[in-house]
């Protein structure tokens, strides 16, 4: 089973910055589009930023410019760094594999941004 393990997150004020990271196993990490995705209460989830084996990016409207997201290839994670942060930048966020046909989720780790 693959596992996608998440790190970072926490609680900010308003205008402050978080990172949060993903190591995902080798094969996932040499041949997956690895990205970020979040989830608010009552909405759904939605995708943050995504970055190909290639290192090519996209990003959501709502967090271009503000959120970075790259690729450690010595510790085979991922990492998103946030900057800006907002009250609606607010919740669950989730790393995501693609792969093929497969499609991976990690467990999730909370950002919570207080104005």
């Known amino acids: 089973q693959v596992q996608l393990v998440e790190s970072g997150g926490g609680l900010v004020q308003a205008g402050g910055s978080l990172s949060v990271s993903c190591a995902a196993p080798?094969?996932?990490?040499?041949?997956?589009?690895l990205g970020w995705y979040r989830q608010a209460p009552g909405k759904q989830r939605e995708l943050v930023a995504t970055?190909?084996?290639?290192?090519?990016?996209n990003y959501a409207d709502s967090v271009k410019g503000r959120f970075t997201i790259s690729r450690d290839n010595a510790k085979s994670t991922i990492n998103l760094q946030m900057n800006t942060l907002q009250p609606e930048d607010t919740a669950v966020y989730y790393c995501?594999?693609?792969?093929?046909?497969?499609?991976?989720w990690g467990r999730g780790t909370q950002v919570t941004v207080s104005s």
């Open positions: 080798g094969i996932i990490w040499r041949f997956a589009i």
């Open positions: 995501n594999a693609k792969m093929s046909a497969s499609n991976y």
């Open positions: 970055i190909t084996p290639g290192g090519s990016t």
